[in-house]
């Protein structure tokens, strides 16, 4: 390492790893189910987007929030969208050349550390990211920084109702109790609105958003765990680990059966807040 190279920390690690790991999903990401999309549609209807405005979707994924964007800014608009993981800038990227878009780009970037100028877009977008980075209070400077006076900034959470709570329980029962990452505590309303103001904005507006997911067995529902951040733990088990989670599994979706499938019920809270 040379002496103006900064030696790695915790939080760039942290950034590796989600990363790496969202780039492994990339190609399967909300296409076993269509989980993220009626989220990102919603978290767009609540920004209150305008013809022409200038947007940037920060963690874009593979576009949940950003394709419901793009109609509401229409032809005039543009939208950037944003992420830490390069599988997921590259599908989404080929994607849209492949649709010809010319008003969207997608490039590789960090919440923490925007390659924007300041005060050039009118609404941020943030779908279900802000909790996977290490220092969310300096995202939210970030958001401030680059949104317009009277801008909004629009983020969902799932305020304490993660999905698979289950898959939480199988990692406890099979590792024990794992540190939480810190950055966790602004997947909760009360953490989040409270850091908003603090970061200068206005009171957030706090919506619910209620979905129902339907799945056909337990291999899907494993196939859409592979599919998003769940993969990590699923990626470290052993054969006798997995037998215990295909244990857990098929305990949890007797609990979701309706004699035709599993129907999962997923709650999200979309917030939105103004900058003065
Ligand atoms: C659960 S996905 C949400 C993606 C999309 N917004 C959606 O609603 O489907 C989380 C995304 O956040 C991205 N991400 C995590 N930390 C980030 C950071 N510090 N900067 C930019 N993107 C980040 C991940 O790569 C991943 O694509």
Same mark, same amino acid.
């Given at each position: &390492?040379s002496d103006?190279?900064a030696?790695?920390?915790?939080s ?10 969202f ?6 990401y909300?296409q076993?189910?269509? $989980?993220?999309a009626p989220f ?8 209150g987007l305008a013809?022409?405005d ?6 874009s994924?593979r576009g ?5 964007a793009?109609e509401?800014v =229409?032809?005039? =608009?543009y939208?950037?969208g ?5 599988g ?7 994607e849209?050349?492949a649709?010809?878009?010319?008003n969207a780009?997608v490039?590789?970037g ?8 300041d005060a ?7 779908g #279900?990211m802000?909790? #996977?980075c ?20 629009a983020?969902?959470i799932f305020?304490?109702d ?12 099979l590792?024990?109790?794992q540190d939480r990452?810190?950055?966790?505590? $602004?997947?909760?309303?009360d ?5 908003l103001?603090a970061?200068?904005f206005?009171?957030p507006?706090?919506t619910?958003v209620?979905?129902?997911?339907r $799945?056909e067995s337990?291999?899907? &529902?494993?196939?859409?765990?592979r599919?998003? #951040?769940?993969?990590?733990l699923?990626?470290v088990?052993?054969e006798?680990q997995l037998?215990?989670?295909r244990?857990?599994m098929d305990e949890?979706l007797?609990?979701?059966s309706?004699?035709d499938?599993?129907v ?10 103004r900058k003065?």
């Amino acid at each position: &390492m040379s002496d103006d190279e900064a030696a790695p920390t915790g939080s760039d690690e942290a950034k590796a790893l989600v990363a790496q790991v969202f780039s492994d999903s990339a190609d399967t990401y909300d296409q076993v189910i269509d $989980f993220f999309a009626p989220f990102g549609r919603a978290l767009v209807s609540a920004a209150g987007l305008a013809p022409g405005d200038r947007v940037l979707d920060v963690a874009s994924g593979r576009g949940a929030c950003l394709y419901p964007a793009l109609e509401a800014v =229409g032809p005039d =608009g543009y939208v950037t969208g944003i992420d830490i993981a390069p599988g997921m800038v590259e599908a989404l990227a080929a994607e849209l050349t492949a649709a010809g878009t010319t008003n969207a780009e997608v490039r590789v970037g960090d919440a923490e550390a925007l390659d924007l100028p300041d005060a050039s877009v009118d609404a941020v977008l943030g779908g #279900f990211m802000i909790f #996977f980075c290490p220092d969310p209070e300096r995202v939210l400077a970030e958001f401030s920084r680059v949104l317009k006076p009277g801008g909004v900034v629009a983020l969902t959470i799932f305020d304490g109702d993660t999905p698979s709570k289950f898959l939480r329980d199988v990692g406890t029962e099979l590792f024990g109790e794992q540190d939480r990452r810190a950055s966790e505590a $602004f997947d909760r309303a009360d953490v989040l609105d409270p850091a908003l103001v603090a970061a200068g904005f206005g009171q957030p507006v706090g919506t619910d958003v209620h979905e129902q997911f339907r $799945f056909e067995s337990a291999d899907q &529902m494993e196939r859409w765990h592979r599919s998003h #951040f769940a993969r990590l733990l699923l990626e470290v088990l052993n054969e006798d680990q997995l037998a215990v989670y295909r244990r857990r599994m098929d305990e949890h979706l007797e609990a979701l059966s309706d004699g035709d499938g599993f129907v999962m019920p997923q709650r999200a809270r979309v917030t939105v807040a103004r900058k003065p």
